[in-house]
């Protein structure tokens, strides 16, 4: 945690900074009868994080701040393996939905989670993985014309438009 | 047992696919080009503005007339006064189920914004459906009848006039501009976000005008609460009659916002030729017909070469007066 | 009583068969559309505008409204069920019934929602019936300076909702703020903060895409950390009783009821506005007033009453200047506005005059879904708990598929899930080091506001402040906000003095 603290604090300051640099290319100052200018707004707000960064970091070496004196781990083991399956996942959905699309992603997250992680029978899986696609598509695309994102396996629902408009 | 199950259940979903193929063939594929899912109806502004209530009511006129076989779903993109929807049309190039409803950001945005390197010549030109007309209005409660009385209020108030309107360089920002120039005026304009809100703005007097079009201006009209002076048209509006145009006060100026429907750049022609045909039928239908008369919007159906012409005679137009303005070098 | 007759012949209206069944119908899909993270009543009325061309128009709007009430109760049971508020109008119900959730009194929470919205909702129509047209005046004359001094208000009331680390409640108020200011500034035309010149930027950051991806994504990590893949609610259970019980606590929490009801039907009718600062500063009023302020955010029933009465009375309270200035103030009632385009009423001044019946009809069938939604939201309460008590690993894949469709779903851009799971990610990092997140959220849906009102009245008075004090109704407000500013500021000063002391006399 102790680490974990001071390595945010610095890598939000930096963000900051950055915040700060790319409001600029807006005029930031008091232009005289009109009020702040365009980058006004997000140039002082992102001065304000980058003082509140400040602020962590210097309680951080003050130690004032009860995670600088914090031994505990910021992620254990289990945890850490949890966070990279969680969001590892993730990443691969919405990666894989560019490629296979929607529908294709869909049911093998659910077999990953259901059966790799949860271990739950193959028919309950199944089930699962096969109704998820058909309900959205009936909900999303049917019911509330929003096309979801296909990939390469577009054409192989021209069909399914055909028949249902 | 994991691959098994997986290639059963893709087998399934093919098997699936198939059967449906079978039993749902195309119902006339010999008659020209047709879209094969639904259509992306990109609009180049944001919810609930003239620019979307129009979308929306040609999708419900095609949806409801049944002038095409897939269903045209709207898409809101009104990022960065429209570049969101041009940059987008742009990626978009080559594909034939991508159409857009545009205004007159249409041509300042891109000349603004030169580092999007947008060319709206290479756009499908598919319809221009009507033209929205502008006028001066003032608060009825004041005791100004026409533009002369306008005048000299303004001028007495200087720049402590207020003069509302959609956002910096917008439509409504270059005829301020014009005003101000045409009459000596110092008129502070201030941008509010959407056509409905400037219109309110006046109507409860937090402006002292506005140059709204009669769509959004109409309630409060009819309720009383502001007046007309005079209109930037070629001819006086048959909703309007007492106000004079620009031209008949000896300025000869007259400006008009597009709502035209353009298709990703690079469509094929039989696909463009397609929803130029769509457009059109929603253009002859009698409630667009009725829409128009309603909201005084003015001009007849233009596509094809006629419309590129168009837009490239108001690109022209519009670069002089962003110059004109100093936004653009 | 001519409003009264009038809007008993709207009610007559509402209770014929077909409209009755559409009710009905409306109500259950608007619940379960609201019910889903990303769609909220903009989609359901959206979508269902094209169908209300093959009904009259009167059966069309009631449709309509069920639908639009029906998504405004679902959009709590996602805020307490899954800790996702649906639309920003249910941000403040995760605060207390998230916790309440997870303790086992998910029923509870629900049964609250649902009956404050009812109590929200037959208020503000009293009110509506009541008052429409002179506080159609008073919404005309609100300028920017006064929609600025409101603004001020709203965050007024919530300042005491950040976590015990005073920089980092700061750096999370901030952080929203500059993420709001993404996309276009109204004021010059000028897009800015593009970052790696990403035209997804363009549009701005939606709220959407960082409550769902703080709230859904970051959430969800969190919880399975601390449960390390078990299971997340054990305890939920549901019977007869336990409703009746839970009822019967409700009503004793009358007082934050009634008090956001008011609170939301005034703020809803601003122009603009709209229920999202309602029921935020409902929740605000509620935790200030209440007996035991500390409880609050840890499952106290009255901060889920006090915000759902709110943003339920504020969307009635939208509908005023919608139907009488043409001014949307929320996003749906932007797109009912263009479906009574469509249908030939023009919305302004004159609709109150020319379609007294269409008007009356929607106050009508807006009560009428009110009910309904009622009913059907305590109906279903049974099968919302079922679905709390499914194993993690089906509950957290069905939820992290929502969240990502529910993200895609409003703008329907790629983009904005990759975003969505970059904010999802870095939220629950910061958590784990105490960064408070609900004050990002709700600065993120408030900044563009601020800032839009603030410089719109500079521009007015030339740069000079005078203009918030010298208006009666901004001078007014500016000053009640300044003073809630400036109070937590001086009673904690007072109380680190004190410490100070205390801990320094052992020294």
Redesign the interface.
Known sequence: ?RW??LV?AIV?AIFSLY?MV??A??PIG??????????A??FW??A??LA??I??IV?WFRKT?P?SRSDEP??DK??LK??LI??G???A??GL??IIG?YAT??L???????V????S?TLT?A???I?PVV?FLF??I???????KGYS?P????????F? | MNILQKTGMIGLGTALVLGLAVTSVPKDAAAGWEPRKPVEFVIMAGKGGGADKMARLMQTVIAKKKFASKPFTPINKPGGSGAEALVYLKQKTGDNHVIMVTLNSFYTTPLRQPGLGIDISTFTPIGRMAEDTFLLWVHSDTSIMNVGDFVKAAKAKGNKWIMAGTGKASEDNLLTDFLNKAYGLKMTYVPYKGGGKVAKELAGKNADSTVNNPSEQLGFYEAGKTRPLAAFTPTRLPLFKDAPTFKELGKDFVYFMQRSVVGAPGMSGEAAAYYQGVFKKVYDSAEWQKYMKKKSLQGDFLTGDALKAYWKNEKTIHRAMLKKMGEIK | MDIFNLLMDGFAVAFLPLNLMLIVLGCTVGLFIGAMPGLGSVNGVAIVLPMTFLVPPASAIIFLAALYYGAMYGGAISSIMLGIPGASTAVATVFDGRPMAMKGLADKALVGAATASFVGGTISVVLFTLFAPPLAEVALTFGAPEEFALMLLAFATFIGLGGDDISKTFFSIFIGLVFSAVGLDIVSGQPRLIFMDIPGFFHGINFLVLAIGIYGIGEMLWVMETSQGKVMVSQATVTVKRVMNSLREVVHAYKPMVMGSFLGYFVGILPAAGATPGSLMAYGVAKSIAKDPDSFGTGNLEGVVAPESANNAASTGSMLPMLTLGIPGSPTTAILLGGMVIWGLEPGPMLFVNHKEFVWGLIASLYAANLFALILNIAFIPAFIWVLKLPFTILAPIIFILCMIGGYAPTQDMHDVWLMLIFGVMAYLMRKLDYPMAPAVLAIVLGPLAEASLRQSLIISHGSFDIFFTRWASGTIAVIAIILLVLPVLKMLKTRLIDNNVSKKPG
């Open positions: 945690m974990a603290e945010m939000m915040l790319k409001s290319e807006l008091w232009i005289t009868g009109e009020g702040p200018g365009g980058g707004f997000p707000l992102a304000g994080m509140c960064c602020w962590t309680s701040n995670f910021y992620m289990a945890t949890l966070f969680g969001a996942s993730l990443t959905m919405v939905f560019h929607v869909l049911p997250f659910l077999i990953f989670y259901m059966r992680l949860g271990g739950h193959w199944g699962f993985a096969a998820t959205t999303f695309e019911t509330l014309n929003i096309t979801l994102p577009e192989l629902f021209y069909p399914l438009y055909d028949f408009y």
